[in-house]
């Protein structure tokens, strides 16, 4: 596939077609590496959550996880009547 290079500001770039980024579930960020002449842009794939359990293990460890909504005291305020 040829594809033209942009001018952006003083960079040069270019314009992935929505067919390719749909194709590789491309989201915020492209690895670029260059080997041989070429460049190779893959997606960046990370694990959905990756990194939560070491993060909250931190938090707890500082004291930086209190709890942010208050537990209900007034349950009745919560009955709901469906029609």
Same mark, same amino acid.
């Given at each position: 596939?040829?594809?033209?290079?942009?001018?952006?500001?003083?960079?040069?770039?270019?314009?992935?077609?929505?067919?390719?980024?749909?194709?590789?579930?491309? @989201?915020?960020?492209? %690895? $670029? &590496?260059?080997? =041989?002449?070429?460049?190779?842009?893959?997606?960046?794939?990370?694990?959905?959550?990756?990194?939560?359990?070491?993060?909250?293990?931190?938090?707890?460890?500082?004291?930086?996880?209190? @709890?942010?909504?208050? %537990? $209900? &005291?007034?349950? =009745?305020?919560?009955?709901?009547?469906?029609?």
């Amino acid at each position: 596939m040829e594809i033209q290079v942009v001018k952006i500001g003083n960079s040069r770039g270019i314009r992935i077609p929505k067919s390719v980024i749909d194709q590789l579930y491309i @989201q915020d960020k492209l %690895e $670029l &590496e260059v080997h =041989e002449n070429e460049i190779v842009l893959k997606p960046v794939k990370g694990r959905v959550r990756e990194g939560w359990r070491e993060s909250f293990a931190d938090m707890h460890g500082k004291g930086e996880d209190e @709890q942010l909504v208050p %537990e $209900l &005291e007034d349950e =009745e305020s919560f009955d709901w009547e469906w029609e």
